[in-house]
């Protein structure tokens, strides 16, 4: 991803939080940064994290759910709803 913002030339801060362990990796460190178990920071990455990955999963299942209502006779001219349904 820092791979990407580099070559579109956008400046948007970024960080990696590994989730075994909750290191924070940040671009351009080695080194993770450990932050202690009760800090504040750490929860709210923690959150943020766990609601992007909850938001990617939802519409990942919607999106792979709308392909499974499509048929192959939806593109066929002349072939509606009612007939589609009867097949």
């Given at each position: 991803?820092?791979?990407?913002?580099?070559?579109?030339?956008?400046?948007?801060?970024?960080?990696?939080?590994?989730?075994?362990?909750?290191?924070?990796f940040l671009p351009g460190r080695s080194d993770p940064v450990v932050l202690p178990g009760d800090a504040a920071a750490l929860f709210l990455l923690q959150r943020v994290r766990d609601e992007a990955h909850r938001f990617a999963i939802t519409y990942h299942r919607a999106s792979r759910g709308k392909g499974a209502l499509k048929s192959s006779l939806d593109d066929v001219p002349g072939v509606g709803p009612k007939r589609i349904w009867l097949s």
């Open positions: 991803m820092v791979v990407v913002l580099g070559e579109l030339e956008l400046e948007i801060p970024t960080i990696g939080l590994a989730k075994q362990h909750e290191e924070v």
